[in-house]
């Protein structure tokens, strides 16, 4: 049954995909996520500065969570077939977690697809680092699926970081940097975000 799904998964990222290649690429950004309904993280900041820009940058948002019921799997049919659809004609596709549609498409020239990831760190095994796991990718899915592929940039915490990433992601160290940092850590360079921190610390613990 898993294989199965795993096919017409695939089928459909690939059917949107070249309905997507018909058209030209556009100069948008989407921000996707398949674990959440909403955005959440290092894309939540990416979302709330595009917001800020002038002029304002076109974004599309993809968020869907896997549910149970017939409900469940026909949304994320339909997300597949959006997913692979806007990877064929977006400039820029951010992802922050795996990202199932991203692995099964050959990139189309002109497009860039960027992983921040959501956590701070390696404080975990992820990836290929987990074949021999319980949980996680097994060796039947990275057969079929070439699992944290098609990256064209991940986003690192530190360089000490980004060692475990590319054993991970069975990435090169040139698609990896630190040298952005992570968008959900902006805030710490954000003076106004510090006033107010401080503000509320201060009258939620009465100190003077």
């Not at 549609?101 to 497009?111: D, E, S």
């Not at 039947?140 to 991940?154: D, E, F, K, M, P």
């Not at 530190?158 to 991970?168: K, N, W």
Request: positive net charge.
């Amino acid at each position: 049954m898993r294989t199965l799904l795993i096919r017409l998964r695939t089928w459909l990222v690939r059917l949107g995909f070249q309905i997507g290649r018909r058209r030209p690429t556009r100069a948008h950004v989407v921000l996707a996520t398949a674990h959440a309904a909403t955005l959440g993280g290092n894309l939540r900041y990416i979302a709330d500065e595009l917001e800020r820009r002038r002029p304002p940058i076109p974004t599309v948002v993809l968020a869907s969570r896997a549910t149970p019921g017939v409900r469940g799997k026909l949304a994320g049919m339909v997300h597949a077939l959006r997913a692979g659809y806007h990877l064929a004609t977006a400039r820029l596709f951010v992802v922050d977690d795996y990202f199932f549609p991203m692995y099964v498409i050959r990139p189309r020239r002109g497009t860039a697809r960027v992983q921040t990831w959501h956590a701070a760190g390696a404080f975990k095994k992820i990836g290929y680092s987990v074949l021999d796991k319980s949980f996680g990718a097994d060796e039947a899915l990275v057969s079929r699926v070439g699992i944290h592929s098609n990256y064209t940039l991940c986003l690192m915490p530190s360089d000490e970081a980004t060692v475990h990433y590319m054993e991970a992601f069975r990435q090169p160290r040139e698609r990896f940097s630190s040298a952005l940092g992570l968008p959900r850590t902006d805030l710490f360079f954000d003076d106004a975000h510090r006033v107010r921190a401080e503000a509320a610390i201060r009258e939620r613990y009465d100190v003077p």
